[in-house]
């Protein structure tokens, strides 16, 4: 059994750039959430993708935007980046059925905005 | 928006129990109590969850009280792999997220 993966581990971007960051499902799960983790904090919900569409979000801009594809693999996009999106992004896949469901995480992409 | 409170940071000592307490006053009755983890500069891992009885599983026992406002995760013979901040959650069943606070962070001591 493959765990969630991420691409890249590390990542150097300039303020005003464009991001995506990758991550792949766990085998058999069909959801994926992400989070964002600035250092010293928890982390904090991004969104959600389940069958392919946003099933929920935090409190977070529009330039934040993700992707699930038929697979249930997963991209974040961040446009326009700011100073304070330097944090580690993490990726979390689940089986959603009836009932609670863990989240399982990877091991994140830092990045870093200069 | 977290529901819980953890202490902010624990010690304890190799070989021995650590048990790591979480007060959750105003759960709900469709609530569930959650405990993950992350070790430095990882990915949080899932450790365990319950709703009302007490659980076991080969990482971690959760005593939740009987008016389920408090719990506590019982790490049976702490290693110094278990060196992380923990991370007690309340999760409705049909919540799509997980709503993280500031944790407990526990250093195990040889």
């Known amino acids: 059994e493959t765990g969630v993966t991420q691409s890249p581990t590390h990542l150097i971007k300039t303020r005003g750039q464009q991001v995506t960051l990758r991550c792949s499902s766990q085998?058999?799960?069909?959801?994926v959430s992400w989070y964002q983790q600035a250092l010293g904090q928890g982390p904090q919900f991004i969104f959600q993708y389940y069958r392919e569409e946003e099933n929920g979000r935090g409190n977070f801009p529009p330039r934040f935007s993700g992707l699930q594809f038929p697979n249930y693999s997963s991209e974040l996009n961040v446009n326009a980046l700011e100073l304070d999106d330097s944090a580690l992004y993490l990726c979390a896949s689940s089986l959603v059925a009836e009932g609670p469901y863990e989240q399982y995480f990877g091991p994140g992409t830092r990045l870093t905005v200069t | 928006d977290a529901k819980t409170t953890q202490p902010p940071s624990m010690d304890c000592a190799e070989g021995r129990a650590a048990n790591l307490p979480c007060n959750h006053s105003t759960i709900s009755g469709n609530e569930y109590v959650y405990w993950y983890r992350q070790i430095h500069s990882q990915g949080p891992q899932y450790i365990i969850h319950g709703l009302k009885n007490n659980e076991t599983n080969e990482m971690a026992s959760l005593i939740i009280t009987e008016d389920r406002k408090s719990s506590t995760l019982i790490l049976p013979h702490a290693t110094l792999r278990d060196t992380a901040v923990y991370y007690c959650i309340v999760r409705g069943s049909n919540d799509y997220k997980l709503s993280f606070g500031a944790g407990t962070t526990v250093t195990v001591r040889a």
């Open positions: 085998s058999g799960h069909n959801t």
